[in-house]
């Protein structure tokens, strides 16, 4: 290593050392942040799954032991109208004999 020549080397030199030391210390912070997140998280999706399968077993329960549901009615059977004679067709005109 060389020797700084001069007090503005110096003082250059220290500037960057404090530089990275601070940036150093943000990202041990933001590494800190980022997992305390993303433990966070998982906590929370582990919570949100077991109220999510509680409900789930809670609603098969229900409908397992709900009564069945009445039949429906059965409707009478429409009455079939007779045929009607087949529409004149637009734009065809019969000759007359």
Known sequence: ????????????????????EAQAREGATAMA????????????TERL????????AAEREAAANAPPPPPKPVKAAKVVKAAKA???AKGVVKKKK
């Open 49 to 56: 799954r077991a109220l999510r399968l509680a409900k789930e």
């Open 1 to 20: 290593m060389s020797i700084p020549k001069n007090t503005k080397d110096m003082e250059r030199a220290q500037a960057a050392f404090h530089k990275k």
């Open 33 to 44: 942040e980022y997992k305390a997140a993303g433990n966070a998280e998982r906590i929370k």
């Open 86 to 88: 087949p529409a004149k």
